[in-house]
């Protein structure tokens, strides 16, 4: 069932890629893939080429697939390992969605809101320095 829906998700996006996106196997496996993001023009993230890797598990569409950024880059929904905090790619996955909509989730992501970015440098800092006791927040 897996490598049947796989294989049609390829298909589907080869044939319609999400915009500044692409992905695919990773040699034969057609359960690891890389995709690459390209950052959107007026964006923090301009002439930025982010790699993600896509782990699809045995029982995938049933399971979400394991996503995770290659490329450091600073999200306040992506942490230092590249891990993703996206409801859709853990409790809220549905069959439903596909591997081209997470992509388009992901290409979103990099149109981020500069005030949250900024809150979170913040909260890293204040963290930080209160652990140092150099500073109070």
């Avoid at 950052?39 to 996503?67: C, E, N, R």
């Avoid at 809220?92 to 809150?119: D, E, G, R, Y």
């Amino acid at each position: 069932m897996a490598s049947k829906r796989i294989l049609k998700e390829l298909k589907d996006l080869q044939k319609d890629p999400p915009t500044s996106c692409s992905a695919g196997p990773v040699a034969e496996d057609m359960f690891h893939w890389q995709a690459t993001i390209m950052g959107p023009p007026d964006s923090p993230y301009a002439g930025g080429v982010f790699l993600v890797t896509i782990h699809f598990p045995p029982d995938y569409p049933f399971k979400p697939p394991k996503v995770a950024f290659r490329t450091k880059v600073f999200h306040p929904n992506i942490n230092s390992n590249g891990s993703i905090c996206l409801d859709i790619l853990k409790e809220q996955w549905s069959p439903a969605l596909t591997i081209s909509k997470v992509m388009t989730v992901l290409n979103f992501l990099t149109l981020t809101n500069l005030h949250w970015a900024s809150l979170v440098l913040q909260r890293n800092f204040c963290n930080t320095a209160t652990n140092n006791n150099a500073y109070k927040c």
